[in-house]
C-alpha cells in the first residue's frame, strides 16, 4: 500500500518562501564580479510565497516578497528549500496589482 499524501497548510499570519539560493557567482550592475564566497552584510533577498496563513492580508500565493533570510526557519518538502516566517518579517511584495507601489519594477 502506497503511503499516504499529506498536503501542507499554514496556520495563522506564516508564510512559506521558496527561495532560489545562489551559489554561483554574481556581477554588479557595474560589471564586477562577485564571487560566491563573498557574504554581504544584511542583504535583503526576494522569494515567491508558496503558501499563506489565514490571517496573512497582504500577501498572496504567487507574489514576489523581499525579506532577510537569515532570520527564518528552514525546511525541506521533496528536495526544495523553503522559509518558513511571519506575514510581519516581510519587507515588500511585488504583485502585479497594487495601490501603493514605488514605480519600480522587477
Not at 557595474?30 to 489565514?54: D, Q, Y
Request: glycine share 8%; with cysteine; proline share 3%.
Amino acid at each position: 500500500m502506497a503511503d499516504p499524501k499529506f498536503e501542507i497548510q499554514m496556520l495563522h499570519d506564516r508564510v512559506m518562501v521558496k527561495v532560489e539560493r545562489d551559489a554561483e557567482e554574481r556581477r554588479s550592475s557595474a560589471g564586477i564580479v562577485i564571487p560566491a564566497t563573498v557574504k554581504l552584510a544584511n542583504r535583503l533577498v526576494w522569494g515567491e510565497v508558496c503558501g499563506a496563513g489565514s490571517s496573512v492580508r497582504s500577501v498572496k500565493t504567487g507574489d514576489k516578497v523581499l525579506f532577510n533570510p537569515e532570520e527564518q526557519f528552514e525546511v525541506e518538502v521533496q528536495g526544495h528549500l523553503y522559509l518558513v516566517m511571519r506575514e510581519r518579517d516581510l519587507h515588500a511584495v511585488a504583485t502585479q496589482q497594487t495601490d501603493h507601489g514605488t514605480g519600480l519594477y522587477l
